[in-house]
């Protein structure tokens, strides 16, 4: 998962992880080399098949500009630009993600909040937004100023992390995970159309390759930050996450949708 983007300030866990563990990352990179980058950048938000099987669904070819929002760190911007040409704005809320960003990838990022995108309406091709939604209480918002910015017709791309229960055992700080039904609902409500759905757990994880590449960025992290209190939240966040995640009560959903 993502960031936090809407009205109100973040978690302090929600901050921890998504600000200060953002630069960590950037710095960690840097000692290990760039080939350490691109599967630190796109941990939580999804394996390479996933996000070229989104990139896909929504047609995104050479010359497009596409808008991460809540981009974190840049990590699948990058990938999109690497496999499938397009032309990427990030726009994420955390000022340590975006130092991390521009540091990591060089693409053009903005310190900017989901809720109220500074562009003009039908700025971009597509856009899409991963592991985000589950962050915000006015996903209506959200999702309708997402559309605001594509141009009609064009492609819109989401991972969603839901609940699978009606109400969770462990609630992760500043998380506000929708179920199927309800986010199905509020696509259609803001004028957003499903093309395709595919739930992670049906998309190639990730290679082992990049798995190791990401732990060892996170070893050099918790080599040199275990001991403070920020990095300690941030773990408490992830395995509380992980753990609902590994008993099914939440689960991760790719949609490749189309502005109506």
């Not at 929504?58 to 500009?65: D, E, I, N, W």
């Not at 809720?115 to 091709?125: I, K, Q, T, V, Y």
């Not at 509020?186 to 957003?192: E, T, Y």
Request: charged share 25%; proline share 6%.
């Amino acid at each position: 998962m993502k960031d936090t983007v809407g009205g109100e300030l973040p978690e302090e866990a929600m901050a921890d992880e998504f600000d200060t563990v953002a630069w960590w990352t950037a710095a960690a990179v840097a000692e290990l080399g760039e080939d350490h980058a691109l599967p630190a950048a796109c941990r939580g938000s999804g394996s390479p098949a996933a996000l070229d099987w989104l990139a896909t669904r929504m047609g995104l070819r050479s010359g497009m500009s596409l808008l991460d929002s809540g981009a974190g760190v840049g990590g699948p911007a990058e990938r999109a630009v690497r496999e499938h040409g397009v032309r990427p704005t990030l726009a994420e809320p955390m000022e340590g993600a975006c130092r991390a960003a521009g540091r990591l990838f060089g693409r053009p990022v903005v310190v900017a909040n989901g809720a109220a995108l500074p562009f003009g309406d039908e700025a971009f091709d597509a856009a899409w937004s991963l592991g985000v939604l589950c962050t915000l209480q006015d996903k209506r918002g959200y999702l309708a100023e997402l559309r605001r910015v594509v141009a009609p017709g064009g492609a819109l791309g989401l991972l969603v992390y839901a609940r699978s229960v009606d109400e969770l055992p462990d609630q992760p700080d500043g998380n506000h995970f929708p179920s199927l039904p309800e986010l199905r609902e509020d696509l259609a409500a803001v004028g957003i159309t499903v093309l395709e759905e595919k739930p992670l757990t049906e998309v190639a994880s990730t290679p082992a390759e990049w798995d190791e590449a990401a732990e060892r960025v996170e070893e050099v992290i918790a080599r040199d930050h275990r001991h403070d209190e920020r990095w300690s939240r941030a773990q408490a966040q992830q395995e509380t996450i992980t753990g609902l995640i590994s008993d099914g009560l939440v689960t991760g959903v790719l949609l490749a949708c189309r502005r109506a």
